[in-house]
């Protein structure tokens, strides 16, 4: 079975600081989808940004990007100039096929 | 287009009882899955419907039940409650049969079990 490991229960950032949430996942697949997702406080999770396993490139979506390492099967979220509103639980998700599996999260506290 | 659609948001149920959750796709999403969020566990995979068949499982007992109808509405059963039932409960759905891509989370149902 697919497992996924969010080491990091808690991070903090300070505000238009970087910070990286690490994601290290288990899996005999070559073929499979990586994602992360956010869940404000209003508890609404809402997609982040997506990794096809078969693509090189690291996706990028805005002030979040990705450090996919296929071989060590590590898939780290990097959130640059941090805003307020990023202060939510991220959770790290594998998906193959249908079923999709997620990370215990990490939960992001922004300071000002 | 209305999102995805939880009933009901909060209630509180006593053990041994059993309760029904409801869960309204996105329009033309065929598929929905249950998860089960509790601060300790992080989201647990229950099952996931499409076209009116279980296609997938979690490692949940068979206390947990559900079904899908043929509009995609779906509905998740719990019965004989237990305390370690309580938690948030979120349905999420996706449009297509090979599903690689983004899920669409509903706001979650609240269970208390006291």
């Known amino acids: 079975a697919q497992t996924v490991t969010q080491s990091q229960p808690e991070m903090s950032v300070q505000e238009a600081e970087t910070v990286t949430l690490s994601c290290t996942y288990d899996t005999s697949e070559s073929d499979y989808y990586l994602f992360w997702y956010k869940q404000p406080p209003s508890r609404q999770m809402i997609l982040v940004i997506r990794?096809?396993?078969?693509?090189?490139q690291n996706a990028t979506e805005n002030r979040f990007s990705v450090n996919f390492q296929k071989a060590a099967k590590s898939f780290s979220l990097k959130i640059s100039d941090s805003q307020l509103g990023d202060a939510a639980m991220y959770f790290c998700a594998y998906q193959l096929n249908n079923d999709m599996r997620f990370g215990a999260g990490t939960r992001l506290t922004v300071k000002p | 287009k209305a999102g995805v659609t939880q009933t009901p948001r909060y209630l509180i149920k006593t053990r041994g009882q059993q309760v029904t959750l409801s869960c309204s796709p996105i329009?033309?999403?065929?598929?929905v899955s249950w998860y089960q969020q509790t601060p300790g566990q992080g989201l647990q995979f229950l099952f996931e419907?499409?076209?009116?068949?279980?296609?997938n499982k979690g490692n949940f007992p068979g206390r947990f039940s559900g079904r899908q109808f043929s509009n995609s509405r779906s509905e998740m059963n719990v019965s004989t409650l237990e305390l370690g039932d309580s938690a948030l409960y979120l349905c999420?759905?996706?449009?297509?049969?090979?599903?690689?891509?983004?899920?669409?989370f509903g706001e979650g149902s609240r269970l208390t079990v006291l």
């Open positions: 419907y499409f076209s009116e068949t279980q296609r």
């Open positions: 990794q096809e396993a078969y693509k090189q």
């Open positions: 329009s033309g999403h065929r598929s």
């Open positions: 999420a759905s996706t449009p297509g049969d090979r599903n690689t891509g983004e899920l669409f």
